[in-house]
T-cell receptor, first 111, second 112 residues
Framework: DAKTTQPNSMESNEEEPVHLPCNHS???????IHWYRQLPSQGPEYVIH???SNVNNRMASLAIAEDRKSSTLILHRATLRDAAVYYC????????????FGGGTRLMVKP | DSGVTQTPKHLITATGQRVTLRCSPR?????VYWYQQSLDQGLQFLIQ???????AKGNILERFSAQQFPDLHSELNLSSLELGDSALYFC???????????FGSGTRLTVV
């Protein structure tokens, strides 16, 4: 399985943008880039996913590098409720479709 | 409410015992996945079912088994429990194609 590398933790101030990086240098052409987050005492929650183009939804934006070897999850205005562990996951639907979680990035949001 | 229901929310049992965790997937979802989350191992994939059939296996111990029933709910059976089996167990479901996985709120198992 192609692996991802994320910083263990990041800090942000409330109402400021947050850029969460993810490196995936061994990504294959059929790998989708997924982001999930896990709030304290809850199950993981889908955030966003993309293949090649940048994506936006109500929760976040996903910026994908042109060579697809890295991506960035962007929270436009962090709130205290965004404090969570964020997981960047590659998903190859050609090879079965279970999510393989790494360590993720623990985002701390300061008021 | 994510649409995936897991019961019970909490379970405390003794070593050597057997327990059953239950998961009802989101309406219309055919695939069910089980994950274990312990403090030192993170989220580990255990097993996947699709429409009643086992589809993929991960790091699932032989003492653990699962099944998916015709109504698509799934059960994870854990037997001969050990202290190290204490963890959060999550169930997730998705429609075929799997672009968005919906997780339940988990069952916290404590083995004493």
């Amino acid at each position: 399985d192609a692996k991802t590398t994320q910083p263990n933790s990041m800090e942000s101030n409330e109402e400021e943008p947050v850029h969460l990086p993810c490196n995936h240098s061994t990504i294959s052409g059929t790998d989708y880039i997924h982001w999930y987050r896990q709030l304290p005492s809850q199950g993981p929650e889908y955030v966003i996913h993309g293949l090649t183009s940048n994506v936006n939804n109500r929760m976040a934006s996903l910026a994908i590098a042109e060579d697809r070897k890295s991506s960035t999850l962007i929270l436009h205005r962090a709130t205290l409720r965004d404090a969570a562990v964020y997981y960047c996951i590659l998903l190859n639907n050609n090879a079965g479709n279970m999510l393989t979680f790494g360590g993720g990035t623990r985002l701390m949001v300061k008021p | 409410d994510s649409g995936v229901t897991q019961t019970p929310k909490h379970l405390i049992t003794a070593t050597g015992q057997r327990v059953t965790l239950r998961c009802s997937p989101r309406s219309g979802d055919l695939s069910v996945y089980w994950y274990q989350q312990s403090l030192d191992q993170g989220l580990q994939f255990l097993i996947q079912y699709y429409n009643g059939e086992e589809r993929a296996k991960g790091n699932i111990l032989e003492r653990f088994s699962a099944q998916q029933f015709p109504d698509l709910h799934s059960e994870l059976n854990l037997s001969s429990l050990e202290l190290g089996d204490s963890a959060l167990y999550f169930c997730a479901s998705t429609a075929w194609g799997g672009y968005g996985y919906t997780f339940g709120s988990g069952t916290r198992l404590t083995v004493v």
